[in-house]
C-alpha cells in the first residue's frame, strides 16, 4: 500500500482488519460521532470501544 499511494492523500471506508491495520491515521466513529484516530497500535491502546470493535470482528471471522 505504500508504493501505490506514495505522497496522496486516499480516504478507505471499511470494517475490515486487513483494509485498516496498516494505514498511516485510523479515524474511528461510533454511530456518527468520532472516538479516536491514530495508527491502528495507537487506537488498541487509548480507545476500549476500538479494542472491543477489533476484537469482535476477530471473534466473528474464525
Do not use: Q, W
Amino acid at each position: 500500500m505504500d508504493i501505490a499511494f506514495k505522497n496522496i492523500t486516499c480516504f478507505i471506508v471499511s470494517h475490515r482488519l486487513s483494509t485498516i491495520k496498516y494505514v498511516n491515521n485510523i479515524i474511528f466513529l461510533d454511530s456518527g460521532n468520532l472516538v479516536g484516530h491514530g495508527k491502528h497500535e495507537e487506537l488498541m491502546i487509548k480507545y476500549p470501544e476500538y479494542k472491543n470493535f477489533i476484537y469482535e470482528h476477530l471473534r466473528k471471522t474464525e
